[in-house]
């Protein structure tokens, strides 16, 4: 689909440090059942023992898994427990390989978000280099990656603001196809989208497709191909592409396409859930699910409340099915992926809507599952995950339930292990209580302090948290009649999204809502170079993306008010996070900001 990809959408989440958050408590896998939650042994060798089982290929009942050093070492039904490990009895409960989503794009909070569902591995379908880099080291679910995809110039995929490699025509794919494979990528996608309507957007065509192909397996990466067409989707298959990573909607799919991908063992990750979303069918009642709401954070919460333009269509929303239908029947692997964050979907969350959309699409329980579990692993190389069995990871997901029953079960989490460690669910974030002061004021900026009034005050931030070279020092500075903060930098290249510039958090801890809605105009006083300033709110109703509104300064001071209702989107009741930056523009850079006040 589209990921909502722009500059400002990891700009705060990256200064604030949630790519960096540190590694969850491994003392209890703490889940919704707080009160008769497991009790977890302190290091990564244990039994466990659960009134069933799904390894990922077939079912167990019982099912006992015995994990040392973080690793599965024995699986079975009646097998002895070791009697040097401690034996944890889960009881009437199922036990699961930990979730993989075959589609996601992470920013922000999405991989913490994600491990607090039981997804333990993403793959992500394109995102820039450097901050792919930066995920990896990240604290939550474990991240392998296309990096940059394979694009026309002006095509889908850079519109959201980074810029991949150019691919003119068949000439550039070996380039293309190198410079990925240099930077770190685990596959390639490649991205054929015309359009659809009266939207039309350019687009590779044919032979640039069947030459990024060739490329692409020269330098031992596996293509796979976002289409949204049946014409194109023919070419992705006949150029050799492994796997389709959306279901194509404008027609049924047809015996020859079928054919070809049976015969050529390729495989599709359809992503019915963010294709619902499109439909305008999204349900309303998610977070009221107590399986759901106390879990969600507030960027899933954003995501999640977001809508495609467009009446309801349930036509679309049935012709995907019925294609997939036609793939299952047919033989073709069917991946879960979700497609998050696009509107209407969220990290972790999304891939159990998808579990039950591929049920309704006529996979059974344990093929849906097995489409969460052994087959990404399996079409993406993971030969450590995806199932249980010895050798490989103590990916762990235990549930409360029998989803052969009903597939909601696998909401209802009871603890998580990666690796062999439990991890403890984060709960949902909250508004922060603490009172705003009524006089507003951001800061004076006297030089002996930062100046903050409220909240955890300003910081300087750029884009080398996340992989870039942008620089930026802040200053306190002043005469008898003024006091400000002096930031000055340079933005660089190296970074998808360069910036550089100062932030505000207005809660007691990092992006924590704080309610403002009892002001209605952002006050600030600014000068310098160059002339354009960006000046971006953060709120949970927004999901990852700001709101955005740019001033033009000048070397003389100037006085600005920006209504809080010109932040489209976001909601002053709980706004998180406030940031003045240069950039994207590359150069040197350099102005001042006093006075910053609400009224």
Known sequence: ???????????????LGWLLLPVPEVNSPAGAHADDAVTAPPASDFTLRAERMFTGSKWLIPGLVEVRDGQISRVGSDFEPAADLPLLD?????LLPGLIDAHVHAFGTALVDALNFGVTTVLDQANDSALIETLRQAAGAQLFAS????????????????TPPPVTGPADAADFARTIEEAGSDWMKIIIERGMGNWRMPSLDRDTVAALVTAAEQVGLKPVAHVS?????????????HGLVHIFADQPADDALLALMVADHRFIVPTLVVMESVAGMVGTDIENDDRIGPWLSAEQRGSLAQRWPGPRNPVLRQRVLENVRAMHAAGIPILAGSDAPNPGTAHG????????????AGLSTSEALAAATALPARHFGLDDRG????GRRADLLVIDGDPREDISATLDIHAIWQAGQPVARVQADTVDSAPVPAHGRLSDFRPEAAGAEFGLGWEPTDDQMAGGNSVVEMQSGGDENLAWVRLRGEI???????WAGAMFSPGSTPMTPVDLSGFSTLHFKARGEPAELRVMVFSPALGAMPATQTVSTRSEWQSFELKLSGFAGAD????????????????????????VRLE
């Open 1 to 15: 689909m589209k990921p909502m990809i722009t500059v400002a959408a990891i700009l705060v989440a990256l200064a």
């Open 572 to 595: 002053p009741a709980a706004i998180s996070g406030l940031v003045f930056v240069a950039g994207p523009g590359l150069g040197e850079f350099a102005f001042d900001l006093a006075e």
């Open 147 to 162: 990096g940059p995809p394979a694009t026309a110039p002006g095509g889908h995929g850079t519109q959201y603001g980074y």
């Open 492 to 498: 660089r290249s190296g970074f998808g999204w360069p």
């Open 229 to 241: 067409e049946l014409e194109t989707a023919h070419w992705a298959i006949a150029a050799g592409a």
């Open 387 to 390: 199932l249980l069995e010895p």
């Open 90 to 94: 889960l009881g009437d409960r199922t």
């Open 349 to 360: 969350l999304s891939l159990h809507r998808e579990l039950a959309l591929l049920i309704e």
